[in-house]
């Protein structure tokens, strides 16, 4: 069956840090790639998408993620994170199939220490 | 635009009981998805509509859950009877089409817990 494997369930950070999060993929196919973050109490919102194109995405909020076809990853990175950064991210993955379905990550809680 | 629009925001019932979950998806939308989070199992899709009938419910996770959709700016999702084991945030979510492409919008969710 069709996975997203997010390997940092915890990720703690000191501001002006730099942030990877990792994001692999189980599907052989065509797919599209979002990032999805979740601020506390608050409900999902995108953060960045790859449809085609340059592999190098760039999102809200100075992030951006490049989509590595050959290792099927489609990880998140930010130069220098903030204290408003501590959220929960989601990668997700849509097949490129009849069921249009989103796939989601089991998600990395990110903590970011003023 | 108000968004993704969930109700109730919390509910607390007793193991046995019926809950009704309701949501309304941003105008327009076509394709409406359930979204169960919990700890242990994450972010599970339940069930998607598109113009109003459900595409795949393959996710719904027994009999006891239910997903209607009666028109384009309402839908509903029942547990009927609930148990501890249902406590979970359940997620709305609504595209404009149903198209891989497109960005799913969530609601603000739903925090039910089963005692």
């Known amino acids: 069956a069709q996975s997203v494997s997010q390997h940092n369930h915890h990720v703690i950070l000191s501001e002006a840090a730099s942030l990877e999060l990792g994001c692999n993929y189980s599907?052989?196919?065509?797919?599209?790639l979002f990032w999805y973050v979740q601020y506390p109490g608050q409900h999902l919102q995108l953060l960045l998408k790859?449809?085609?194109?340059?592999?190098l995405v760039k999102g809200i909020k100075g992030f951006e993620a490049e989509f590595i076809k050959s290792k099927f990853s489609f990880n998140l990175r930010k130069p220098s994170v903030q204290w408003s950064d501590t959220a929960e991210y989601f990668c997700?993955?849509?097949?490129?199939?009849?069921?249009?379905?989103?796939?989601f990550g089991s998600g990395t809680r990110l903590l970011v220490r003023p | 635009d108000a968004g993704v629009i969930q109700s109730p925001r919390h509910e607390v019932t007793e193991m046995g009981q019926e809950v009704t979950l309701r949501c309304k998806p941003i105008?327009?939308?076509?394709?409406l998805f359930w979204y169960r989070q919990t700890m242990m199992r994450g972010l599970e899709l339940l069930i998607y509509?598109?113009?109003?009938?459900?595409?795949?419910d393959s996710g719904m996770p027994e009999d006891r859950f239910s997903a209607k959709m009666p028109n384009a700016s309402f839908s509903t999702l029942k547990i009927q009877p609930s148990e501890p084991r249902d406590s979970a945030v359940y997620f709305c979510?609504?595209?404009?089409?149903?198209?891989?492409?497109?960005?799913?919008?969530f609601g603000p969710g739903t925090r039910l817990t089963v005692l």
């Open positions: 997700a993955v849509n097949l490129m199939d009849s069921s249009y379905k989103l796939i």
């Open positions: 979510a609504s595209s404009p089409r149903q198209d891989p492409h497109s960005e799913q919008f």
């Open positions: 105008s327009g939308h076509n394709s």
């Open positions: 599907y052989g196919g065509t797919v599209n």
């Open positions: 509509f598109n113009n109003n009938v459900p595409i795949d």
């Open positions: 790859y449809f085609s194109g340059d592999p």
